[in-house]
């Protein structure tokens, strides 16, 4: 292996090294040198000054880090929107469960609904109503509504810290195929923790009923019950110990 004697760049001391190495360094100024061989001829070798060089390679990096930093921030704003989103959606949603309902401010009373939230609560349960009720459709019938869903009732069950609001609805089915064929269902739709101004914490509607056949060989059914004292017993009744109860 050739052994390379050049001078120092820096304080002009001898420098050994060989042909393959990759750097040396000057025991005298203690600098480091890279070692680079002409191109043209390759007999000779540079020697670079190792700290002009390392700026010189930040130079290149720069635009790569730059790229990088502006694609974590690119990527923070997206998710932070993202996540944003999902949290004001999940806070809509979840505002109808216990722990985000003010407790303090629950409706005790039927009598303390508004005319206007009473027609906004009617419309809010009636479209709760096709979503579990539509007449299901077989070879030999077709069953839908006919005609207005309308409320029978509106009970509110309360006791401390907790309430029910329960409309029952009552709702007439025609088959299109028999148009004498008409059913009439009524529906509990219930509500549970709903503060007083109720249009802006309504939302966890549930139909809480069986199977109700329309058709005498059990084909074709919908949810509900027969009666209105059935749908009361059902929903409103099996409620009312230990709560105070009012209707409208």
Same mark, same amino acid.
């Given at each position: 292996m050739k052994l390379i004697e050049k001078k120092c760049p820096n304080c002009g001391a001898s420098l050994s090294f060989n042909e393959n190495d990759k750097s040396c360094a000057c025991q005298y100024c203690k600098r480091t040198f890279e070692i680079e061989r002409d191109t043209d001829n390759l007999d000779k070798f540079i020697l670079v000054y190792d700290a002009m060089r390392k700026p010189f390679k930040m130079f290149f990096? *720069?635009?790569?880090?730059?790229?990088?930093?502006?694609? @974590?921030?690119?990527?923070? !704003?997206?998710?932070g929107s993202f996540k944003k989103t999902k949290s004001d959606n999940i806070s809509i949603y979840e505002k109808f469960h216990d722990e985000f309902v003010d407790k303090e401010n629950l409706l005790t009373d039927a009598s303390e609904i508004s005319n206007t939230d009473m027609d906004l609560i009617d419309s809010f349960a009636k479209a709760e109503i096709p979503q579990v009720a539509e007449g299901?459709?077989?070879?030999?019938?077709?069953?839908?509504i006919d005609g207005d869903i309308n409320r029978e009732k509106l009970y509110v069950l309360y006791t401390e810290k907790h309430n029910y609001v329960i409309l029952i609805l009552k709702a007439t089915y025609k088959d299109?195929?028999?148009?004498?064929?008409?059913? *009439?269902?009524?529906?509990?739709?219930?509500?549970?923790? @709903?503060?007083?101004?109720? !249009?802006?914490?309504?939302?966890?509607?549930?139909?809480?009923?069986?199977?109700?056949?329309?058709?005498?060989?059990?084909?074709?059914?919908?949810?509900?019950?027969a009666s209105y004292d059935e749908a009361y017993e059902n929903s409103v009744a099996r409620f009312t110990e230990g709560f105070k109860v009012t209707e409208r």
């Amino acid at each position: 292996m050739k052994l390379i004697e050049k001078k120092c760049p820096n304080c002009g001391a001898s420098l050994s090294f060989n042909e393959n190495d990759k750097s040396c360094a000057c025991q005298y100024c203690k600098r480091t040198f890279e070692i680079e061989r002409d191109t043209d001829n390759l007999d000779k070798f540079i020697l670079v000054y190792d700290a002009m060089r390392k700026p010189f390679k930040m130079f290149f990096l *720069i635009p790569v880090i730059f790229i990088f930093v502006v694609a @974590i921030i690119i990527f923070a !704003v997206i998710f932070g929107s993202f996540k944003k989103t999902k949290s004001d959606n999940i806070s809509i949603y979840e505002k109808f469960h216990d722990e985000f309902v003010d407790k303090e401010n629950l409706l005790t009373d039927a009598s303390e609904i508004s005319n206007t939230d009473m027609d906004l609560i009617d419309s809010f349960a009636k479209a709760e109503i096709p979503q579990v009720a539509e007449g299901v459709i077989d070879g030999n019938h077709s069953f839908s509504i006919d005609g207005d869903i309308n409320r029978e009732k509106l009970y509110v069950l309360y006791t401390e810290k907790h309430n029910y609001v329960i409309l029952i609805l009552k709702a007439t089915y025609k088959d299109f195929f028999h148009q004498e064929d008409r059913k *009439i269902v009524y529906l509990p739709v219930i509500y549970e923790n @709903i503060e007083k101004n109720v !249009v802006s914490s309504l939302g966890n509607a549930k139909i809480d009923a069986p199977q109700y056949f329309l058709t005498d060989d059990q084909s074709t059914f919908v949810y509900g019950y027969a009666s209105y004292d059935e749908a009361y017993e059902n929903s409103v009744a099996r409620f009312t110990e230990g709560f105070k109860v009012t209707e409208r």
